[in-house]
């Protein structure tokens, strides 16, 4: 298709012969599954980020597609005699006005360099006009040469017409572009930093976002140039950018030159003007975001970045972001496990500029657990979608499964924390940890009992039990130590579920009010209930409700555990590879690892919690021994760096660690099912009572409607 | 309409003041507001900060339980919660929250 209008092209019927190769053109438009709404956020990409970001890549790296488009304008070239400079300079700008399937190049784009170029708007009409493009309607790439070349012509003071682009021309200038021998040589931070705020910023108009782009760079360039240089140059080289930028650089490539064909004639500078104010004061704002950010990984992210993005997915986390999220993660809340505030969260991101309400919806996606407070993968998740939002994507309505805290987990090594904890999540929404947020304990608390409702119960049970085949089967030692926490938790959920459902009765009800620490308190209530409630039992429910508890609540609250201890976390951990290392094939380390757990997180739990903690130090006693035992055991496991702990052992206690897996989860199924018959029996009782009760009220209905007739009248 | 809203906060307070007990209770069911003429009536709920729910149901749709209405009143507590913990959320602004709308709603089509 760019080979036959490359043919019927050129204003004196000259061939210009499009040779670049199609693969070349693929590269350069390959659509990620990005949401509706592409074309209008297209000139989100920073027109000048790409620009650098591309000339460096060919200039530095020489990648294929670059070596294209460099080929390309080589044939382009021959007709207009392109040295190498132009030839690089110019597919650098060509990259820069993203090409679309067509190979029709934005025009909107083109005429933001055209302006940029500072050359009168007569002379820019002239230029179009010779060039072929505005009889074509657009500008293919020999056009762009041609106009490229024309545009030099005109720099320089030669008329602009065809022949003049036979003259041995310099390079066109463009303002706001760095000049050419900058864009090679100088270092890439600076440059893709200072393109980077210009790039930051995210205008609300789809329309003129390549109006504003333009011509907030253009502006920049021309007034703060210099200014806006050095901010970026500040030692964090706005890494907030940084992720913006080589995000950027690979939506460009990727895209499908999105606004195909804005009128070329819509070169309003006077827009461009208005925009650009708003624009200007929207760059300044985010020049200034870059101060708040930290350690710079800024430098490497942009050239790894840029090198590295493989993926179309603009929601998927690549490493580097991730390391700088880390990063920032790290400046905010030392502590890896932990929670970052809700408070400080909203300072933090509240910097990124973005519309309170858009930050708050942010905030609804991203904080999954309900809890008002961010883990490292809900801070990952938010920030990601901030560095989306900024450059033009639209928040979506619900997470992406890339961006889900399950996901994230699954790709990074981090140590077990976060995982069992988003794993949990993943689980129970629902049911989210205690966190230490003292303050919130009273809204936890309320919430607590609604939160466990019977129609939720059901969902963790069916979401629990498809679960529950999978850890005998997974056999990577370290998936193992995810799924077991899923495993025994999804266990643990449905017990928990179930002993929710137990007291419906009205007086252990209001007991129920407790959070998210949701397991605490079915622990207390299963404590309280069962001899109260369930007079009735089988004495395996005496017995039952502390192993169940026990294996419920250590997973739910040591795995689920928010604390800022990472201890409660790495004991979990470190159980599970005591186990794995200990070759104990019996069931019994693991409950009793969960008891240690159980015990240990408890105390913390007790450190933390108020009332949570009155059912917990029931189960504490029985726990106390078989916890004392594992205590020092877990104390030895923690120092033990977990990653290297699974490849340790060798294969033997692999098989034996399966047995006991086996057996642990046919334990654990014993137990369901003894749950399964207490909660069979309660829920007949009551049916039994909600008939009586059903009863009552018709007949109070009934004597209602017989006195009605009388009020009214 | 909106008169009756007054009247049934006004009679919400009024139950608050004088309770002495624990914050009053949870489940506060008010069927006692039934007009005559409107046909309708008015559930109320008071969280532990005292933050006021009112349901207003048709008279007309009497298949309504009690229990109904207290799951309701959950489930709205519940994404009050969830609401309230976005930081960026000032308590006192409408509440702008999709999800906490769609809650809403869904509870609303439910119940016809």
Known sequence: MSLSRAASLSPQGTLLSEVIPPSSWQKKQQNPPLPTGNRSRCPEQDVSICLLVALLQRILHAPAPGMDQESGAASAGSFISLNEHEQRYYSGLHSLCQADTSGQLSSGKVAELFKASQLPPEALHKVTEVCGAKRLGYFGTPQFYVALKLLAAAQSGLPIHLESVTANLPLPRFLGLKNEPEMRYSAVPPSIDSQGAQGGTAPGSLSWTPADRSAFRHLEANAEKKELWSPPRSPCGSPSRSPLTYRSYPYTKQRNGADSQIAYESKHSSQLEQHSSPSNYRTKATVEHPAMARASSSERLDQQGVVDYSDDDPWRITEEQLEYYTNQFKSLQPDLGALILGAIAKNFFTKSKLPIPELSHIWELSDVDRDGALTFSEFCTAFHLIVARKNGYPLPESLPPTLQPGFMQQEEDIPDTPEDRTIIERLQPSLATTKQDLKEESCKQDVGVKRVTTSQEKQTLQRAFPERPEPPHDLDPQMRTKTRPRSYSSTSFEDAMKKAEEPPTPPPRPQKTHSRASSLDLNKLFQQGAPGVKGGWLPPPPALPPRPTTSQVPHFISVSEKTPQNKVQQPNFADFSHFREEEESSVKPEEQGLRSRFGRSTEDLTNASKQDMIGVSHSQAPQKPVRRKYHPESQNLEAVPPPAMPFAPPAKPAQKLLSGQKRGIQMAIRKNKETNAVLTRLNSELQQQLKVVHQERVTLESQLELLRPVAST | ?112
Do not use: W
Request: with cysteine; proline share 4%; hydrophobic share 35%.
């Open chain 2, 1 to 112: 309409m909106s008169a009756f809203l007054h009247t049934s906060l006004d009679v919400v307070e009024e139950k608050i003041s004088a309770v002495g007990k624990s914050l009053g209770d949870q489940r506060e069911l008010y069927l006692g507001l039934l007009y005559p003429t409107e046909d309708y009536k008015v559930y109320g709920y008071v969280t532990n900060s005292k933050v006021k729910f009112v349901i207003v149901v048709d008279s007309s749709n009497t298949s309504l339980r009690d229990n109904e209405i207290r799951s309701m009143f959950r489930k709205l507590h519940n994404s009050f919660t969830d609401v309230m913990c976005n930081p960026f959320h000032n308590p006192g602004d409408p509440i702008q929250s999709k999800a906490f709308d769609g809650i809403v709603s869904g509870m609303m089509v439910q119940t016809g």
